[in-house]
């Protein structure tokens, strides 16, 4: 969660130090990079983002955290990274009005890059940095949270607390399921539509493993495992009702959320077919086998393992199987930060 702030005390810093705009990407990259050392000192790896990769870090922390930084209201342009470079330098001659955000009796002619009242960086920072959120950094973040996502999960969560362990879904939080009707309905979308498309990737690995075999010998143990596992799958997909995925439409363009016009044609294909059969033929359910074929072979034309015995040699005997939990590891463990924040 600290990497919330540890991106505008960084971006704060290139600000004072007047970074030309051609130069801010670079310098950028350089404090990023130096925070790993420090983080690491501190006797932590768990959540350090570029911990192994180091210079070769695809994703910084800046362009991971940047979607939160706007929706949390922390960068107060809500504009993209890449347009806060290209201002840099006009925006950086317009934080003027900065020092009276707090009196409501002055009229602010120009808006701050960053929120006002954001708590400053430790002293020490960056030569030292560590995880642990001070308490009034947290207060500050769980206001954020509760103003700027208020009616979701995530701010209820942010208030209460979460207990459902890490390796788990949010769905199974106690706190989660005392939360407001809406809250728990979307909740209950997301657990449904966890569930029914779990089969998916149970029945592309199971067609892979098939195909090995022929093309390339083997014995039948990995066959067997997945019909096993598609038969567990299939026994809770039978115990619940048949699932729409209209309602998740619906929520998704409430949101915003463009959802893809072929996924959309193929997750509602996979709900009319298992609704026509038993969920337990879903191995040799011809329609359903070629529905997942011709889904990978339009993603990856070619280089479709199923239609290329080259590239299947590089399955590794797992691809993509488990329930989708929609990130709920990495937020279970900004809530916990944010939470012992809280109890400092």
């Not at 404090?31 to 210079?55: C, F, K, M, W, Y």
């Not at 960056?126 to 769980?142: G, H, I, K, M, W």
Request: glycine share 8%; charged share 25%; aromatic share 8%.
């Amino acid at each position: 969660m600290r990497y919330a702030l540890f991106v505008p005390w960084i971006y704060r810093q290139l600000e004072a130090g007047r970074v030309a705009a051609s130069d801010v990407s670079a310098q950028l990259q350089k404090a990023e990079l130096d925070l790993i050392g420090p983080l690491l000192e501190n006797g932590t790896s768990q959540g350090v983002i570029g911990e192994r990769s180091r210079g070769s870090l695809a994703r910084r922390p800046s362009s991971v955290y940047w979607t939160a930084l706007v929706r949390w209201g922390l960068f107060m342009h809500e504009r993209p990274q890449g347009w806060y470079h290209t201002h840099f330098a006009s925006l950086v001659r317009g934080r003027g009005a900065e020092a009276a955000a707090d009196d409501p009796g002055i009229v602010q002619t120009r808006q701050p890059n960053w929120h006002p009242r954001m708590p400053g960086p430790p002293a020490t920072f960056p030569q030292e940095a560590s995880f642990d959120l001070t308490r009034n950094e947290a207060v500050f973040l769980q206001g954020r949270l509760e103003e700027r996502c208020a009616g979701t999960l995530l701010a209820w969560l942010a208030r209460e607390g979460p207990d459902a362990p890490a390796d788990g879904c949010f769905w199974q939080d106690s706190a989660a399921r005392h939360a407001p009707a809406d809250i728990r309905d979307r909740m209950e979308l997301a657990r449904r539509f966890s569930l029914h498309v779990e089969g998916m990737p149970l029945l592309y690995n199971l067609l892979l493993a098939e195909r090995f075999r022929t093309e390339h010998g083997g014995d039948e143990a990995p066959i067997d495992r997945y019909r096993q596992e598609i038969a567990e799958w299939a026994a809770r997909e039978s115990e619940e009702d048949s699932h729409d995925p209209g309602p998740l439409w619906s929520f998704a363009a409430s949101r915003k959320v463009r959802v893809p016009g072929p996924q959309r044609l193929f997750v509602e294909a996979w709900s009319r077919r298992l609704a026509d059969i038993d969920p337990a033929t879903l191995p040799d359910d011809l329609e359903l086998r070629s529905l997942i074929e011709n889904r990978e072979r339009r993603l990856k034309g070619p280089r479709a393992r199923l239609c290329n015995p080259a590239r299947l040699l590089d399955w590794n005997g797992r691809v993509g199987v488990g329930r989708m939990t929609f990130r709920w590891g990495r937020v279970h463990r900004m809530l916990l930060d944010l939470h012992e924040g809280l109890a400092a």
